[in-house]
């Protein structure tokens, strides 16, 4: 994989398996501009953005030349693959996942992760625990038929050690 063509990166995968955390590893040592999904989605107060605030915040985002977009929403994927030239895919096992967003709630809980919109907290939400535990069999699928049709460069993680390899590559080569 060439790490210095990556100029429009998607980091995606189950919640809970380290999206922003890569996401944020990555433009570090990339110096791409880093675009978080869930920024554009949400409003101070945990208030959702209506769909076409979305849309036209995330057609900003695409339009630029260069960037790593972080976060899943699928229903807004498609478009994203059309303007990515690489696709990171965390597909890590789904208590690697919980553990990850039970850790991630219990260490943030109350304050506002620098991935979230203003006035956001971290807080515990037993509805998305159940959706990180339904995804293999909601979501992976639903994923895996839009990225068939993805003709960039696809890396599929499939661990911790190999989001650390691949962070390590990524070092070595940028």
Known sequence: MNIGAMQRVLVIGSPGAG???????????????????????????????????????????????????????????????????????????????????VRRIWRLRGTVRPDMAPECPERFNLEFLIYIARFPWTGRPRLEAKLAAFAGCRVRLRSRSDTRRFLHHVANRA
């Open 19 to 101: 999206k922003s955390t890569l996401a944020f590893a990555m433009a570090e040592r990339t110096g791409l501009p880093l675009v978080h999904l869930d920024q554009l989605k949400w409003k101070p107060g945990w208030i959702e953005s209506d769909e076409a605030d979305f849309r036209h915040r995330l057609a900003m985002a695409l339009a630029e030349p260069r960037w790593i977009i972080d976060g899943n929403y699928g229903g807004s994927l498609s478009e994203r693959l059309a303007r990515a030239d690489t696709v990171i895919d965390l597909d890590l096992p789904l208590w690697q996942c919980l553990a990850g967003a």
